[in-house]
């Protein structure tokens, strides 16, 4: 069978150039369970938005054990054959192969070791830990500690972690594996409903598919970050920039699951719009995702607009609009395929309300058990292409 390199895990890079962290003497471990089989395997590096360079003076990859993490292999990384990494601003960077024996469960565990004074500005944050671990270690010798004593955006919200650095893995795998794309804001970013998806995939024994990550905090759809939050893009640019960019941005994929838009809806009425657009408008933007996504011959899905009475950011009027947003999705036939995202989180009895053991507390954002519904009420056959 013909192999091909795909990109197996990586994440949207966040822009922290206004809450940076420095660090220094620091070993970092990430932990990724894999959903292939592979006997090759490459690592991306990323510092999107660093304002100054990361340089690891060391790289190592092991194969962990899923159950009982015994490490089957363990080796050094290099770049263009060096074993010191350094990742200048603004750049990305791509490893030399390495050969392991990863198979269905396995952990991929990378260690980095940086000495030199480093400030970071960039990198993952997420919040779900199911399928992606990091570990944080100081001094000669390796002293745990905890995110929150180390890294700004941890210290302002204590739910989140945050890994740098690190920004993908590929595989060398078959040419029928499938890539998905989870694209959208902090709902995706969060992680939860997506690690909730990759281990349903896991468990039912639908391997060789990949889940990536695409979600920014705050992002919209039709606006980038609002300069009066955040002179920088913590926010991201708009989806309808960001879309086909990160997509495609590691190579080829099958479809994208589009679930976007409460943010736009948000600034349409918290009185902090920095420009008007209209509800055609969010409307045009949703079609335009389906219609990037075909030109590149790739499926799209959207997600109906979960509820959110109990946010701060609720009001009547954004109500209003979410459940027209969500009747057109319902009925539209721009998309592939529809999930019913707000159906499977909704409170029973109050129709603009996000139930009480889906809510993480704040009224908008999931819990774990928010994501794992959302992940369950996805429809596996249309998603993977498998109708009857």
Same mark, same amino acid.
């Given at each position: ?20 962290? %420095? ?44 159950? %009982? ?30 050969? $392991?024996?990863?198979?269905?469960? #396995?952990?991929?565990?990378?260690? +980095? ?29 390796? %002293? ?13 919200? +204590? ?23 989870? $694209?959208? =804001? ?62 495609? #941005? ?30 055609? =408008? ?23 607009? +979960? ?10 009027? $954004? ?15 721009? $998309?592939?395929?529809?999930? =019913? ?17 889906? =809510? ?29």
């Amino acid at each position: 069978m013909r192999k091909k390199w795909a990109n197996v895990w990586s994440y949207t890079q966040q822009d922290y150039r206004s809450s940076p962290s %420095t660090i220094e003497n620091q070993v970092q471990i990430v932990r990724i369970r894999s959903n292939h089989v592979t006997n090759q395997l490459k690592l991306r590096f990323s510092n999107e938005y660093g304002m100054e360079t990361i340089k690891f003076h060391k790289v190592l990859v092991r194969v962990l054990e899923e159950k %009982t993490l015994n490490v089957r292999e363990e080796k050094v990384v290099h770049v263009a054959g060096k074993e010191e990494i350094s990742i200048f601003p603004a750049s990305n960077l791509i490893s030399d192969t390495l050969t $392991f024996e990863v198979k269905y469960g #396995m952990i991929l565990e990378i260690e +980095t070791h940086l000495k030199k004074p480093t400030v970071l500005h960039s990198g993952t944050v997420s919040y779900s830990r199911r399928e992606l671990e990091v570990f944080n270690y100081v001094g000669d010798n390796r %002293t745990f500690v905890e995110q929150k004593e180390l890294f700004q955006m941890v210290k302002d919200n +204590t739910r989140m972690f945050y890994v740098y650095g690190i920004s993908g893995v590929d595989f060398l795998v078959n040419e029928k594996v499938k890539t998905i794309v989870a $694209f959208g =804001d902090s709902l995706t970013q969060q992680g939860f409903w997506v690690d909730h998806l990759k281990g349903r995939l896991f468990q039912e024994k639908q391997h060789e598919i990949a889940i990536l990550n695409r979600g920014i905090g705050g992002s919209r759809m039709l606006k980038g970050q609002n300069p009066k939050n955040d002179v920088f893009t913590r926010h991201g640019n708009a989806g309808l920039f960001r879309f086909e960019k990160e997509l495609f #941005m590691y190579g080829e994929i099958d479809s994208a699951i589009c679930f976007h838009g409460i943010n736009d809806l948000i600034s349409r009425h918290d009185g902090g719009n920095e420009y008007e657009f209209s509800f055609e =408008d969010i409307l045009l933007g949703f079609t335009q995702y389906a219609n990037l996504a075909h030109q590149h011959n790739v499926k799209a899905y959207i997600a109906t607009i +979960t509820p959110m009475k109990h946010s701060i950011f609720f009001n009547e009027s $954004f109500e209003k609009e979410r459940q027209a947003v969500n009747e057109w999705i319902r009925e539209q036939r721009y $998309f592939d395929g529809v999930f =019913d995202f707000e159906k499977a989180v909704v409170d029973k009895n109050d129709s603009a309300l996000l139930a009480y053991d889906y =809510d993480c507390g704040d009224g908008l954002h999931l819990s774990d058990k928010g994501g794992k519904a959302l992940a369950e009420s996805i429809d596996l056959a249309m998603l993977l292409g498998n109708e009857r």
